[in-house]
């Protein structure tokens, strides 16, 4: 079967979502396409104990469809899932969406200036704009540790929780204390009989101030929509200014260690194992964790942090990088995603057959964090270069599903087929995005983190404040594409028909 649209959307998550929002609000024709039985993403996959954002509720949350009805400053997975649920219905797009359809291959047609994208199931979907929603938190990466395979007991990774195991009782090892690491230990340590953590680096855990937010301030949003518009304004301007000492003035965040240093000083007693989690490297530098329990939960005398991972793993032991064995029931692996994974798995050729995963064999890397020279009418949200980790992802993700409303209608008003962007635009962007990345906290030479990569820009973060990102995307610049002229135009003075496949044409900058 073969459905044609005018724009499909891959994923239903977080980004899908706010994409096909903006295309209904717009008129603009698409389908979803999701690969699992229901919609959500990262927050219908993440169901471990613990599970929550690290942004207020009220930022992480659509600014078209806000929620007056929060239940405390951070949201847990279950009600962020409710929430995203609600938008779906709310903006009638459940009957665009197609469930259990997984996306093998898109191929750019150069013929028909059109996507066509197949699907597991054997059903083909063609369209002229693609949109890459498929996220980055959901295909779990595990570490390669000899005698993974003959472990007798259960194992899973936090984005695959077993809710049939039983954990009363159990010698639970977890590994890695990322932000899901640290979410769910407190919950580990509750259940289990012991718990043994393995952690490679000591993370900067700071507080979350989380508190239940009452029902008469519930109210006060939901009459006075502008006075719950103004409060999540002011939460979007304080971690700008937060942002500040990550992207500009890395300096200014020295002036926070010795105050958390302090706190886990309080609250770890013995000195071997203080001295065991207290960071090396500069805050801010890796991801910044938010816990009120995490190191109070350290103190537990059935609580036990190993330095490094594990060097082996046996039936129902794991060995440490001295050789110490450690009595393991249950493996639970909280050590992050493959984030590129989710685009390696489908198999996306654009102009001449080009592999996108060919294309960021040096490193994933965008324009403006949206779209890759020729791959023409692709966008990528949240792709690389277009999100930062000092904040909400949502203001970023607007400007994106905006952006793209404008390519479509720009595409159309100029007569055209197609545009994709071009190579020099993209390398001036790749320049600019490196030069501001060294002078950021996350730069190579404060530490090594995920967000460092060997692409042209050296970085998979955007390293400026989000207010600009979001300016920049306020227009298209027509001169940063080329644009495929439509079948019997003549955009750039001959006519379609006196070549098999349309040229590439430039239009000039407005």
């Given at each position: 079967?073969?459905?044609?649209?005018?724009?499909?959307?891959?994923?239903?998550?977080?980004?899908?979502?706010?994409?096909?929002?903006?295309?209904?609000?717009?008129?603009?024709?698409?389908?979803?396409?999701?690969?699992?039985?229901?919609?959500?993403?990262?927050?219908?996959?993440?169901?471990y104990?613990?599970?929550?954002?690290?942004?207020?509720?009220?930022?992480?949350?659509?600014?078209?469809?806000?929620?007056?009805?929060?239940?405390?400053?951070?949201?847990?997975q279950?009600?962020?899932?409710?929430?995203?649920?609600?938008?779906?219905?709310?903006?009638?797009?459940?009957?665009?969406?197609?469930?259990?359809t997984?996306?093998?291959?898109?191929?750019?047609?150069e013929?028909?200036?059109?996507?066509?994208?197949?699907?597991?199931?054997?059903?083909?979907?063609?369209?002229?704009?693609?949109v890459?929603g498929v996220?980055?938190?959901?295909?779990?990466?595990?570490?390669?540790?000899?005698?993974?395979?003959?472990?007798?007991?259960?194992?899973?990774?936090?984005s695959?929780?077993?809710?049939?195991?039983?954990?009363?009782?159990?010698?639970?090892?977890?590994?890695?204390?990322?932000?899901?690491?640290?979410?769910?230990?407190?919950?580990l340590?509750?259940?289990?009989?012991?718990?043994?953590?393995?952690?490679?680096?000591?993370?900067?855990?700071?507080?979350?101030?989380?508190?239940?937010?009452?029902?008469?301030?519930?109210?006060?949003?939901?009459r006075?929509p502008?006075?719950?518009?103004?409060?999540?304004?002011?939460?979007?301007?304080?971690?700008?200014?937060?942002?500040?000492?990550?992207?500009t003035?890395?300096?200014?965040?020295?002036?926070?260690?010795p105050?958390?240093?302090?706190?886990?000083?309080?609250?770890?007693?013995?000195p071997?194992l203080r001295?065991?989690?207290?960071?090396?490297?500069?805050?801010?530098?890796?991801?910044?964790?938010?816990?009120?329990?995490?190191?109070?939960?350290?103190?537990?005398?059935?609580?036990?942090?190993?330095a490094?991972?594990?060097?082996?793993?046996?039936?129902?032991?794991?060995?440490?990088?001295?050789?110490?064995e450690?009595?393991?029931?249950?493996?639970?692996?909280?050590?992050?995603?493959?984030?590129?994974?989710?685009?390696?798995?489908?198999?996306?050729?654009?102009?001449?057959?080009?592999?996108?995963?060919?294309?960021?064999?040096?490193?994933?890397?965008?324009?403006?964090?949206?779209?890759?020279?020729?791959?023409?009418?692709?966008?990528?949200?949240?792709?690389?270069?277009?999100?930062?980790?000092?904040?909400?992802?949502?203001?970023?993700?607007?400007?994106?599903?905006?952006?793209?409303?404008?390519?479509?209608?720009?595409?159309?008003?100029?007569?055209?087929?197609?545009?994709?962007?071009?190579?020099?635009?993209?390398?001036?962007?790749?320049?600019?995005?490196?030069?501001r990345?060294?002078?950021?906290?996350?730069?190579p030479?404060?530490?090594?983190?995920w967000?460092?990569?060997?692409?042209?820009?050296?970085?998979?973060?955007?390293?400026?404040?989000?207010?600009?990102?979001r300016?920049?995307?306020?227009?298209?610049?027509?001169?940063d594409?080329?644009?495929?002229?439509?079948?019997?135009?003549?955009?750039?003075?001959?006519?379609?028909?006196?070549?098999?496949?349309p040229?590439?044409?430039s239009?000039?900058?407005?």
């Amino acid at each position: 079967m073969t459905t044609r649209t005018e724009a499909l959307i891959i994923g239903a998550g977080l980004s899908g979502i706010g994409q096909a929002v903006a295309f209904a609000r717009s008129g603009i024709d698409f389908v979803v396409l999701e690969k699992a039985p229901d919609l959500g993403g990262t927050w219908r996959s993440n169901t471990y104990p613990g599970a929550a954002c690290d942004v207020e509720a009220h930022l992480y949350s659509y600014s078209h469809t806000k929620n007056p009805y929060w239940r405390s400053t951070y949201a847990g997975q279950e009600e962020i899932l409710g929430y995203l649920r609600g938008v779906a219905r709310r903006h009638g797009l459940l009957p665009r969406i197609r469930f259990d359809t997984r996306v093998v291959s898109a191929r750019w047609d150069e013929a028909t200036a059109e996507w066509t994208v197949e699907t597991a199931d054997g059903d083909t979907y063609v369209s002229r704009f693609l949109v890459l929603g498929v996220g980055g938190l959901h295909v779990p990466r595990f570490p390669e540790v000899p005698g993974a395979a003959t472990f007798r007991g259960s194992s899973w990774h936090t984005s695959c929780w077993n809710h049939d195991v039983d954990l009363a009782g159990k010698h639970v090892a977890l590994v890695g204390v990322g932000a899901s690491g640290v979410q769910v230990a407190p919950h580990l340590a509750e259940r289990a009989a012991s718990l043994t953590i393995f952690q490679r680096t000591a993370p900067w855990v700071l507080p979350k101030a989380d508190t239940a937010i009452p029902a008469w301030r519930q109210r006060l949003f939901a009459r006075l929509p502008a006075v719950h518009s103004w409060h999540r304004l002011g939460i979007y301007l304080r971690r700008e200014k937060r942002g500040f000492g990550f992207h500009t003035r890395p300096d200014l965040l020295r002036v926070a260690e010795p105050i958390v240093r302090r706190r886990i000083a309080e609250q770890i007693a013995d000195p071997s194992l203080r001295a065991l989690v207290t960071p090396d490297y500069p805050l801010g530098c890796k991801r910044v964790l938010f816990s009120a329990d995490y190191y109070a939960t350290l103190n537990r005398p059935d609580v036990h942090v190993v330095a490094g991972g594990p060097a082996e793993i046996r039936p129902d032991t794991i060995v440490d990088a001295v050789g110490e064995e450690h009595r393991t029931d249950v493996l639970v692996y909280a050590t992050g995603f493959d984030l590129t994974g989710s685009f390696d798995r489908i198999e996306i050729a654009g102009i001449g057959g080009r592999l996108l995963k060919e294309a960021w064999r040096g490193g994933t890397h965008g324009y403006q964090g949206l779209a890759v020279p020729d791959f023409p009418n692709l966008f990528l949200l949240l792709g690389p270069n277009g999100f930062a980790p000092y904040t909400s992802v949502v203001p970023n993700l607007e400007a994106q599903a905006r952006y793209v409303v404008q390519a479509v209608r720009t595409t159309r008003s100029a007569g055209a087929r197609a545009l994709t962007v071009r190579r020099d635009a993209t390398d001036r962007f790749l320049a600019e995005t490196r030069a501001r990345f060294a002078r950021t906290v996350w730069a190579p030479g404060n530490c090594r983190n995920w967000y460092q990569n060997t692409s042209p820009a050296g970085t998979v973060l955007w390293p400026d404040s989000i207010l600009r990102y979001r300016l920049r995307l306020r227009t298209l610049r027509k001169g940063d594409y080329e644009f495929l002229p439509a079948r019997g135009s003549v955009l750039a003075g001959r006519p379609d028909r006196e070549r098999q496949v349309p040229r590439r044409t430039s239009v000039p900058a407005e």
